[in-house]
């Protein structure tokens, strides 16, 4: 069985600036490709999202392009900066366009997202780690993903400081095990839901 993953990199950053969310998205990847996971990613900056929650905001909306790869993959990774304590505007962006999956749903309740698993990564330099990662949780989740056991994979160097994670030179134990953690348990549960997928919640009578 074939498993695929599909990374969203939201750094602010255009190509081909450095980038501590590639870096991170890169050793997630390197984690699941151990578990024979397939993997495509894309910086959404260099992008034309535009702004909407519809699935295609009209000519010239590089949305519909990614929402494709996104349906076609089993794994959904994000990995976001934080800016001010939030995920970057484009992570924001993409919960925003995500909401068009709400208008999917079936008549069983069924969302065309459920099977797919989602996980999320956070690079900065300042508190909220958690704080974003809980907030694309909880998004990713009211859209239909479903969430591996085990902490978001995070770096948060010295508050205010001019460190960035793309700057180490050896990654932090913590955070290696947290990667390796998260990567087992998507390709896990990805496997599992392939497999055998949720069962419509509702039924006739």
């Known amino acids: 069985m074939t498993l695929k993953a599909i990374g969203l990199n939201c750094t602010l950053a255009p190509s081909p600036k450095p980038s501590s969310s590639q870096k991170l998205l890169d050793q997630l990847f390197a984690a699941l490709k151990k578990r024979d996971v397939e993997t495509d990613s894309v910086r959404l ?3 034309n999202i535009k702004a909407g929650v519809s699935h295609d905001e009209g000519d010239g909306d590089d949305w519909p392009a990614v929402r494709r790869r996104i349906m076609d993959a089993d794994i959904l990774v994000v990995v976001t900066p934080i800016w001010v304590g939030q995920p970057s505007s484009i992570a924001k962006r ?5 909401d068009a999956i709400l208008g999917d749903i079936g008549d069983d309740g069924r969302y065309p997202t ?3 698993v989602a996980i999320v990564g956070v690079v900065g330099n300042e508190d909220g780690a958690h704080h974003v990662s809980a907030e694309l949780y909880q998004g990713l989740t009211d859209f239909g993903f479903t969430i591996p056991a085990g902490s978001s994979a995070y ?5 205010m400081g001019s460190t960035n994670y793309i700057d180490l030179d050896t990654t932090p134990e913590p955070v290696a095990k947290s990667i390796e953690t998260l990567a087992s348990n998507a390709a896990h549960l990805a496997g599992i839901l392939k497999t055998s997928n949720y069962p419509a919640p509702l039924k006739d009578g």
Not at 94 to 98: C, D, N
Not at 155 to 159: C, I, K, N, S
């Open 94 to 98: 993409v919960l925003e366009r995500m």
């Open 45 to 47: 900056v260099d992008l």
């Open 114 to 116: 459920f099977g797919k």
């Open 155 to 159: 770096w948060v160097g010295e508050a």
